[in-house]
């Protein structure tokens, strides 16, 4: 059984488009995340969720807008996409937001703006 | 200057060999997290931990808190072990945020 899943897998779409990823994940878990990888494998936090609330927030632009309708579910909506945004994005979950908690990924979603 | 620093940043062996890969940090931990990530893209982790060591079959994770250090042992290495391998830390004061370090490409020829 999938215990984190995102959709779609692949995501390729032209400057400017508005296009959402979607994660869920059948764990449990009180706590999700969205982290970025870039093209130099470099992976960074974006935004942690826990119990719908939003805890974390890097520096993310504006346009990135997380979105939890229940504590299974985060999604990611990307509004006037750009180059840069071009990446591979992870969700996450894990059981609590501190302490001593494994943390369990999703595939990941790779997104190519054009 | 980053907070998670890993060496080498690439490394290729032989296979049989013994394998070791760093973790160096800068900032107190609650935990340190070793993962895998296959050439296809997805991410396991491995290894929690926060002190001591850990042992999960060819696998090993060290971590000295005094040294902020952390080193990860594969023995015996094997092809399917080429993977890049990321050290992650939980800092004390940032809950559950984790700060990644660049990885290590590790090959492993026949």
């Known amino acids: 059984d999938t215990a984190v899943s995102q959709t779609p897998k692949y995501l390729v779409t032209q400057m400017g488009n508005d296009k959402s990823i979607k994660c869920e994940q059948n764990?449990?878990?009180?706590?999700m995340y969205w982290y970025k990888q870039d093209s130099k494998k470099f992976l960074k936090i974006m935004f942690s969720?826990?119990?719908?609330?939003?805890?974390i927030n890097e520096t993310v632009p504006n346009r990135f807008s997380p979105k939890s309708p229940d504590k299974a579910h985060l999604n990611l909506h990307i509004n006037s996409l750009e180059l840069g945004d071009s990446a591979v994005y992870f969700c996450a979950s894990s059981q609590a937001t501190s302490g001593y908690n494994e943390q369990f990924f999703g595939p990941g979603t790779r997104l190519t703006v054009l | 200057k980053n907070e998670v620093e890993q060496s080498p940043q690439n490394l290729t062996a032989q296979e049989g060999e013994f394998i070791t890969i760093n973790c160096s940090y800068s900032v107190g931990i609650s935990a340190l997290h070793w993962l895998q990530q296959h050439p296809g893209g997805g991410i396991v982790s491995l290894f929690m931990?926060?002190?001591g060591k850990k042992k999960h079959g060819r696998l090993i994770a060290t971590i000295n808190i005094q040294e902020k250090h952390s080193s990860l042992h594969i023995t015996a290495s094997h092809p399917r072990d080429s993977a890049v391998y990321i050290c992650?830390?939980?800092?004390?004061?940032?809950?559950?945020?984790?700060?990644f370090g660049e990885g290590t490409q590790l090959t492993v020829n026949p």
């Open positions: 992650a830390v939980r800092s004390e004061t940032s809950g559950s945020r984790l700060t």
């Open positions: 969720y826990n119990n719908k609330e939003l805890i």
């Open positions: 931990l926060s002190s």
């Open positions: 764990l449990g878990h009180d706590t």
